[in-house]
């Protein structure tokens, strides 16, 4: 029994991931070319209005987190769009990954709102109804739903 437990143990410690997923800043996964997908959002949906966005897979953890799942996120200032490394697995659809995208895009093209001097809205009425003009938007929001808790701990 204990020479089990030494085994499994090691096995843990040992890097499974290949070299590639290991790096940071990368525009392409495994499984998923976040490049293609947003060069394909621009064009369709903003009429390529995104112009010297980098988009990359974001800091890969060593823990999921035990309540919030950040799919993605944007930042204006040095426009960077990340997306969290853990959705470039196997078992995600390509459709909601792109879901994912357009989501953190229609905050470059839709305005926040200020509601009072330390409070900001970001998702506004305006960006929940351009979001909804996604054509996979139901069936993303179901499948993230359903699937939540296998991001989580
Ligand atoms: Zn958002």
Do not use: C
């Not at 470059?108 to 305006?126: G, I």
């Amino acid at each position: 029994m204990g020479r089990r437990k030494k085994r499994t143990k090691r096995k843990l410690a040992l890097p499974n991931l290949p070299m590639q997923r290991q790096l940071n800043l990368r525009d392409e996964g495994t499984h998923f070319d976040l490049r293609a997908i947003f060069d394909d959002l621009n064009q369709r949906h903003f009429r390529k209005r995104l112009r010297g966005y980098k988009v990359v897979w974001g800091r890969r953890r060593k823990h999921r987190p035990r309540e919030q799942f950040v799919f993605g996120t944007i930042q204006e200032e040095d426009r960077m769009i990340r997306i969290n490394p853990a959705l470039d697995q196997p078992f995600v659809p390509l459709w909601f990954l792109r879901y994912v995208l357009y989501h953190e895009m229609l905050h470059s093209v839709v305005p926040d709102e200020t509601l009072s001097k330390n409070r900001r809205r970001v998702h506004t009425e305006e960006f929940n109804r351009r979001e909804r003009q996604f054509p996979d938007y139901r069936r993303a929001r179901r499948w993230e739903d359903e699937n939540l808790s296998r991001f989580l701990r």
